[in-house]
């Protein structure tokens, strides 16, 4: 139908500004970001523009809703602007009508924002953890030289390397210092070489063929230890503990899980649909009372209903991932607040018009 199609076309032209320019903003924000961690020596520089893609990619089931119900917000405020919704009214076309080109549109969209919340965006996550070990390591590495002394964990762990081979990163004839409570060990090695756990993102120095000393400064009570093999944990900062973040489960695994946080962060991916699907509803509702109302009244009002329903969302994923609310109760009754909200919009005409109808057959019938 030419009507739909001019509707859509209206919606999507403001659907990729809005989406382009969130981008851009968001974008920008990040690249600077990360220019600082290269500029530190935090993050390589070849690092960076993949880094920021992944980024971006995780983003993006965040900002897909909000592009669509923004987008929709001002094209239905300028087609009301211009009296166009006026006039399909006036050809025949109920409310019902815009209801379900728009529901159509919205429903299309949400497959989009299903693909990225549930799995684009996850191995996106944990993309961003991989890039941010190799960088952690790589910085590590370059920071031990050969022939100096390198600190680790606040001053605890102490490494000196005679020898490092270019390319393999072999360490040869290696020195480790490690001091737990009030003893101090002492490790000897030929060899060493500087690991990374990518599953538990802790950092390791594996030694072979050394010994091991441990006692206490000034006491000749000395255990010694002969070894193979032996690995030593190194550091575990804040950053990697980080990197274990709930946002890079995949959504499978989340699916079933007892735990209550993983339930919280299920919900939320599954909000980000329910969002894509409601919000832009909402603006069809509240448009279908104001065609003759001043355009902006429907988009600040659509503003200030959009973050009440997010930051009703965000408190729900606090409780539920404390466990201090069921999972059964959820965000259900937020999504379930906003459909009720719809459908009061949609009735008031109607209800209002049986009100008048009612009032004006008591002043016959007096």
Not at 19 to 44: H, Q, T
Not at 192 to 199: C, I, Q
Request: net charge positive; with cysteine; charged share 20%.
């Amino acid at each position: 139908m030419i009507l739909e199609r001019y509707i859509y076309r209206e919606i999507l032209e403001k659907l990729l500004w809005i989406i382009g320019l969130l981008l851009l903003i968001v974008a920008s924000n990040r690249f600077v970001g990360l220019l600082g961690d290269a500029a530190e020596g935090k993050l390589p520089a070849e690092l960076v523009f993949q880094m920021l893609i992944l980024k971006m990619l995780a983003s993006l089931p965040k900002l897909l809703p909000i592009s669509l119900f923004m987008s929709v917000s001002l094209a239905l405020s300028r087609l009301s602007q211009d009296r166009e919704l006026t006039i399909i009214s006036g050809c025949g076309l109920a409310a019902d009508f815009l209801f379900k080109v728009v529901l159509k549109f919205a429903a299309i969209f949400s497959v989009l924002v299903f693909v990225f919340g549930f799995f684009i965006s996850p191995w996106a996550e944990s993309g961003v953890s991989r890039l941010k070990g190799l960088a952690e390591q790589e910085s590590d590495i370059a920071g031990i030289g050969a022939g100096q002394f390198k600190e680790f964990s606040k001053g605890d762990r102490i490494v000196y390397v005679e020898k490092i081979e270019e390319g393999s990163g072999l360490m040869e004839n290696v020195f480790l210092q490690v001091r737990q409570n009030q003893d101090l060990g002492v490790l000897r090695s030929k060899s060493a070489k500087y690991e990374f756990g990518k599953h538990t993102g802790s950092r390791y120095v594996a030694f072979q063929h050394g010994h091991r000393y441990v006692g206490k400064p000034g006491i000749l009570d000395y255990k010694i230890t002969k070894y193979r093999t032996y690995a030593v944990l190194i550091d575990q900062s804040e950053q990697t503990k980080k990197r274990n973040s709930l946002e890079a489960v995949p959504s499978l695994k989340l699916i079933g899980s007892k735990l209550p946080k993983y339930k919280a962060e299920l919900q939320w991916r599954m909000s980000y649909v329910f969002a894509a699907l409601l919000l832009p509803m909402f603006v069809v509702a509240l448009n279908a009372l104001s065609f003759r109302e001043t355009r902006y009244i429907p988009l600040f009002s659509a503003i200030l209903v959009y973050f009440i329903y997010s930051n009703l969302l965000g408190i729900s994923k606090t409780l539920i991932k404390h466990n201090d609310m069921s999972a059964m109760i959820g965000m259900w009754w937020v999504h379930l607040l906003l459909v009720l909200t719809i459908v009061a919009i949609f009735k008031y005409p109607r209800i209002r018009f049986w009100q008048r109808r009612r009032g004006g057959r008591k002043i016959q019938a007096g």
